[in-house]
Antibody, heavy 121, light 112 residues
Framework: QLQLQESGSGLVKPSQTLSLTCAVSGGSISSGAYSWSWIRQPPGKGLEWIGSVYHSGSTYYNPSLKSRVTVSVDRSKNQFSLKLSSVTAADTAVYYC?????????????WGQGTLVIVSS | QSVLTQPPSVSGAPGQRVTISCTGSSSNIGAGYDVHWYQQLPGTAPKLLIH???NRPSGVPDRFSGSKSGTSASLAITGLQAEDEADYYC????????????FGGGTKVTVL
């Protein structure tokens, strides 16, 4: 059974860079042409897709965040990562990582439990 | 304001049938992009309930069903149970501007 686990700093200062990692277990991130994504949820609000990296290496980002986001894969560590620069209080949220299909319309079929990131000085 | 519009809340008695609508436009659902549905129990991560408009992943009860028509989609829950009390989100792709995966604002289902 595939499992995803987010980790990273839970408290980030304004203007700094948020960095999170999603460790994949129960399967290889390199086996199967899947997509790997990040989604966030501000406290008490709805879900927002951040970005995805596909098996081909192609990356796709939410246009509203594109200038600040990088999603990448480290196949040697069986994990993928999120970097969000120049954070503000509006970036405070629970951040989820998720696996999706290789192609076609994206959806998240396996999700991590989520990690809360607070942006505050 | 979400690109996909859902009612904030729906409610029903145990055993009843409830439906949740997800209204989009010609740049997302109406353009032919698939709609997916998630269930989020309090304090937990979203769980995939329906993918590709009407397909249930293994393990999802057949009480949950999805459909799509025109620029809208719907999730139906039949035989409502107390454990179904949760937030439900629809999701699709929107091709406007640079393109993006988009979620509905979410619907809280309350079992009376």
């Amino acid at each position: 059974q595939l499992q995803l686990q987010e980790s990273g700093s839970g408290l980030v200062k304004p203007s700094q860079t948020l960095s999170l990692t999603c460790a994949v277990s129960g399967g290889s991130i390199s086996s199967g042409a899947y997509s790997w994504s990040w989604i966030r949820q501000p406290p008490g609000k709805g879900l927002e897709w951040i970005g995805s990296v596909y098996h081909s290496g192609s990356t796709y980002y939410n246009p509203s965040l594109k200038s600040r986001v990088t999603v990448s894969v480290d196949r040697s560590k069986n994990q993928f990562s999120l970097k969000l620069s120049s954070v503000t209080a509006a970036d405070t949220a629970v951040y989820y990582c998720a696996k999706g299909p290789a192609a076609g319309n994206w959806y998240g079929d396996y999700w991590g439990q989520g990690t809360l990131v607070i942006v505050s000085s | 304001q979400s690109v996909l519009t859902q009612p904030p809340s729906v409610s029903g008695a145990p055993g009843q049938r409830v439906t949740i609508s997800c209204t989009g436009s010609s740049s997302n659902i109406g353009a032919g992009y698939d709609v997916h549905w998630y269930q989020q129990l309090p304090g937990t991560a979203p769980k995939l309930l329906i993918h590709g408009n009407s397909n249930r992943p293994s393990g999802v009860p057949d009480r949950f069903s999805g459909s799509k028509s025109g620029t809208s989609a719907s999730l139906a829950i039949t035989g409502l149970q107390a454990e179904d009390e949760a937030d439900y989100y629809c999701q699709s792709y929107d091709s406007s501007l640079s393109g993006s995966e988009v979620f509905g604002g979410g619907t809280k289902v309350t079992v009376l």
